[in-house]
């Protein structure tokens, strides 16, 4: 028995060419973002792990990550205030439920419940 690996590189220990990883790795499908009129989002309330600060969380959101960070981006720009987006959701920092609700519907999400 050989103690090369033969299934990957027939066995080279080390390549300088940077794109010979990201070539044999297989590349990921990014889901397609749904249009803004079948989104079903949701505006919630928060406080859960977050030493007692009060959160808005928009979740819900179906389609590619880049997409959901643009929605992100936009929205902590008009709540003036930080915020992230993790595990599909964006998180604003503070209670902002009816304004995040009243933007989103207004920027074309008419299914967004809050």
């Known amino acids: 028995m050989s103690r090369k690996d033969k299934s990957r590189g027939g ?5 300088t ?8 790795l297989p590349e990921e499908e990014q889901p397609e973002t749904l249009a803004k009129e079948k989104q079903k989002l949701q505006v919630k309330l928060d ?5 007692g600060k009060v ?22 720009t008009r709540c003036g205030t930080g915020g992230s987006v993790k595990d599909g ?18 920027w074309g999400y008419v299914l967004t419940k809050g």
């Open 55 to 76: 959160v808005t969380l928009v979740s819900g959101f179906a389609g590619a990550t880049e997409d959901l960070e643009a929605l992100g981006k936009q929205l902590k």
């Open 47 to 51: 406080t859960k792990q977050r030493a």
């Open 89 to 106: 959701q964006v998180i604003i920092q503070g209670d902002y439920r009816q304004k995040v609700v009243a933007w989103l519907k207004e």
């Open 11 to 15: 066995g080279l220990v080390y390549s």
């Open 17 to 24: 060419d940077p794109d010979y990883y990201r070539s044999s």
